[in-house]
């Protein structure tokens, strides 16, 4: 099992920055890649970003090219999400996911095992 936890988030002002970061312990061997999605009120979990875990090849949402980077520290089992220009409507709880079993890349949530608590990032305009 693998176990994530998320940090960063918070308010933040139309055009502001953010960084968030997911670190996982427990059987992070078993990581092939991971995730990230968010969620905004009434809508469905909408896939963002996913990133191999070994050899951090990426693959974006169209959604997110330019303006969302994923990256990792193996050394500290950790990904981490960079928002840059953000918007009101990037307002939503933003997840971390592992990916346990080697596939071609996903953007469904059910192709992920483990999942953190999700951490929110409020936009004001």
């Known amino acids: 099992q693998v176990q994530l936890v998320e940090s960063g988030g918070g308010l933040v002002q139309a055009g502001g920055s953010s960084r968030l970061s997911c670190a996982a312990s427990g059987r992070t061997f078993s990581i092939y890649a991971m995730g990230w999605f968010r969620q905004a009120p009434g809508k469905e979990r909408e896939f963002l970003t996913a990133?191999?875990?070994?050899?951090?090849?990426?693959y974006y949402a169209a959604s997110a090219k330019g303006r969302f980077t994923t990256s990792r520290d193996n050394a500290k089992n950790t990904v981490y999400l960079q928002m840059v220009s953000l918007k009101p409507e990037d307002t939503a709880v933003y997840y971390c996911?592992?990916?346990?079993?080697?596939?071609?890349?996903?953007?469904?949530?059910?192709?992920?095992?483990?999942w953190g608590q999700g951490t929110q990032v409020t936009v004001s305009s």
């Open positions: 996911a592992a990916q346990t079993t080697a596939q071609p890349w996903s953007a469904m949530p059910k192709s992920y095992d483990s």
């Open positions: 990133i191999n875990w070994s050899g951090g090849y990426t």
